[in-house]
């Protein structure tokens, strides 16, 4: 296949809210660079990106997909990634190799919360941005309303590119405000368009909007802000060069216009990409832990970064990987600088949704797949051996629902650990523990579509069937006041006896001051190679617990007086004595159940703010505060865990998916007096079952 050098590759990420209609102006793309013959279908299933089993069934993106095409002697490579909120994970691989970010907003839904979810991580990731406002074919469309809340939404430096000519069914025209022309589309399917004048009717605006732009271009730099201000204008060089470094520097954010399915404006967008997209190089250099760097070039030690791994059957794990510096070739040994160990280069791919083409090597700058690495994942850096750099691993975000999960048959729970290992391996978004405190097996993610997809790869890749439970909650036992007690243990059975005797003071500590140990014994009442034993069997309890089985915080724990036998007693007994003083001492304490409570952050249109309020308000939440944020409203709030089970669900189906929320643990709190009677009883009886 033809080598491509580094000035002459664009990497273009596609992203934005679900049904944007990204994968179909990736198909689009493709077919007008000659990469396919004909247009996909999502309900039909032949898209190039969407060919995993789910996405064809529930006709969405689930895995970011890679593909590229040729055009104008440029490589092309585009990446297509989910706008479903629960993969987003796979938005937040992506950003990290993509040289521009092109934003899809629906025509018919204007700017959403997956719009500001890209744009925040973009930002985040110092990526330059491309508006497309997509589906401009459909009916009952109001191009300015759109436009202004992208404006509203992302501030002035939004600078129109292009605008419709008419919008709906009609809509084959756009304004171009770069060559100021009207550029009118072939209805033939094949992208064609002529250039002719633009509309006596709509010369005025075009005129505005063209100085506009140019004026932000000029703007962003100090030299051409002079030029234009001497000139009164910029040449077509000066204007492409402005341009290209005003998005670099994410000082403009261009707005494009097209129809994927009609295949409106996208052969002119392959145009825009290869003339004013940055190339790898021209971003900078690329930062790595302990302020290492590495220049996008050839001629550099080669490093690479792998954003994603994806298994395939009867193909193994193929990791997606960006070459950053230098060059890549097949039959290396190189270094995964992360990790600490060697890896053999063997097959180097190129891919075109499931397709794979093999290369002999990728140059700094470009995008391509690696076959069958031993112990590299997501996040590692591979380098030149001796030559190392690590780059910063990927954050993904934080989990948002858990589950818990049992094998449905008996004797697989190894083979679920080690599929549930594999499967994090590949999606850091997972998250599992086999949690010994709740004794279940908790899965995490980004939301009950997330979860299901995960269970249902381990079935069908490691052969294990799980059932789904609803979590144990951690609860923790603490007390509201001092108390005093005495454990005596005696034991007399021939031979010799056990004898332990020890008096403790309980006092209730500040939330999350721990657990404090206090020897006062005087005279030798105890002696001092009993009282570790007392300390350790004050430990023990206070783990197991005292009024429903949860571990014991915030306490000081004094022993203060007691009595031994010069025979008799032992560490054993001294334990022993302990545990029954605590316990003892604890039901006497105005014991109290804590549960843990978290923040939560929701991001709703202001239409479902009440609906969205009254449920946290049914979940026992406390509203902390909101503030307006553009089109939207920002919920906090404090919700205790256990009213959280599968409340991105509920989020969902209350905002009609347009609502998404961020949760954090904040603190132990107790709880209400209703719930801890339900609370114990319930715990008792879980004990019953499993004895």
Known sequence: MKVFQTDHIRNIMFCGHGSTGKTILTDAMLYNMKAIT???????????????????????????????GEWKSHKIN?????????????????????????????????????????WNEATKNNVPR?????????????FDNILEGIRESFGHQVVLAQFPVETGPNFDSVIDLFRMKMLKFAKDAKGAFNEEDIPADLQDKADDLHLKLIEAVAESDESLMEKYFEAGELTEDEFRQGFRKAVVQDVVFPVFCASGTENVGVRRLLDVITN????????????GDNDATRKVSDDEPMSAFV????????????????????????????????????????????????????????????????????????SDTLCKKGSEIVYPKIDFPDPLIRTAIRPKAKGDEDKISSGLHVLHEEDPTFVYKIDPELKQTIVSGQGELHLAIILRRLNERFGVAVEEDEPRIPYREAIKKN???????????????????????????????????????????????????????????????????????????????????SVDSSEMAFKVAASMAFKNAFEKANPVLLEPIYDIEVRVPDEYMGDVMGDISGRRGKIMGMDADGRFQVIKAKVPLAELYRYSTTLRSITAGKGI???????????????KEKIIEKAKKEREEEE
């Open 38 to 68: 004909r247009l996909g279908s999502i309900e039909q299933g032949t898209t190039i990106s969407d060919y995993n089993k789910d996405e064809v069934e529930r006709q969405i993106s689930i895995n970011t997909s890679l593909s590229h």
């Open 78 to 118: 585009m990446i297509d990634t989910p706008g479903y909120t629960d993969f987003f994970g796979e938005v937040a691989g992506a950003m990290r190799v993509t040289d521009l970010a092109m934003v899809v907003v629906s025509a018919a839904a204007g700017v959403e919360v997956g719009t500001e979810m890209v």
């Open 307 to 378: 954003f994603k791994t994806h298994a395939e059957t009867h193909v193994g794990e193929l990791s997606y990987l960006k070459v950053f510096s230098g060059i890549l070739k097949t039959g290396e040994d190189v270094q995964n600088a992360t990790a600490g160990h060697g890896e053999r280069i063997g097959q180097i791919f190129v891919l075109n949704g499931k397709e794979k083409n093999n290369v002999d090597q990728l140059h700094a700058g470009d995008i391509g797949a690696l076959v069958k690495l031993k112990q590299t994942h997501t």
């Open 276 to 287: 004013f997209a940055p190339a790898p190089h021209e971003r900078g250099e690329v930062k």
């Open 483 to 565: 108390a005093e007690a005495q454990g005596r243990f005696k034991k007399q059975s021939g031979g010799r006896g056990q004898y332990g005797d020890c008096h403790l003071r309980l006092e209730p500590r500040q939330r999350g001051e721990g657990f404090e140990f206090v020897n006062a014994i005087v005279g030798g009442v105890i002696p001092g190679k009993f009282i570790p034993a007392v300390e350790k069997g004050t430990i023990e309890t206070m783990e197991k617990g005292v009024i429903a089985g949860f571990p014991v915080v915030d306490v000081k724990v004094t022993v203060y007086d007691g009595s031994y036998h």
């Open 130 to 142: 491309f508006f497309l406002i997509n589906k401009l074919d459909r009916e009952n469309l109001e």
């Open 661 to 675: 929320h961020k949760r954090s643990f904040s603190h132990y709190e107790e709880v209400p007096g209703d719930q």
